[in-house]
């Protein structure tokens, strides 16, 4: 079994940056993947980013240039650095593992982007 807790969220001007990070419960090294969701009132849950074990990263269109992913194995960690936010980017973000076919999921973040 494997617990997810994001955190790093909250209220942020449009314009400004923000940084998610997720712990997992247990050693990273071996998940296949990790990554971050997002989903917005009234809509589907969506993907923002994805970075496998061997670090490659994949981004969603729509947050491509202003979104970077990383990974620290040594802290079981995955982040999300979040600049040039938009109001549209607001949605409770949920932080995404893999591991030998079997997804897991955080409880998730709210990120608010407002003036």
């Known amino acids: 079994q494997v617990q997810l807790v994001e955190s790093g969220g909250g209220l942020v001007q449009p314009g400004g940056s923000l940084r998610l990070s997720c712990a997992a419960s247990?050693?990273?090294?071996?998940?296949?993947?990790m990554g971050w969701y997002r989903q917005a009132p009234g809509k589907q849950r969506e993907l923002v980013a994805t970075i496998t074990n061997g670090g490659s990263a994949n981004y969603a269109d729509s947050v491509k240039g202003r979104v970077t992913i990383s990974r620290d194995n040594s802290k079981n960690a995955v982040y999300l650095q979040m600049v040039s936010l938009k109001p549209e980017d607001t949605a409770v973000y949920y932080c995404y593992a893999l591991l030998v076919r079997q997804n897991y999921w955080g409880q998730g973040a709210q990120v608010t982007v407002s003036s």
């Open positions: 247990r050693s990273i090294f071996f998940f296949d993947a």
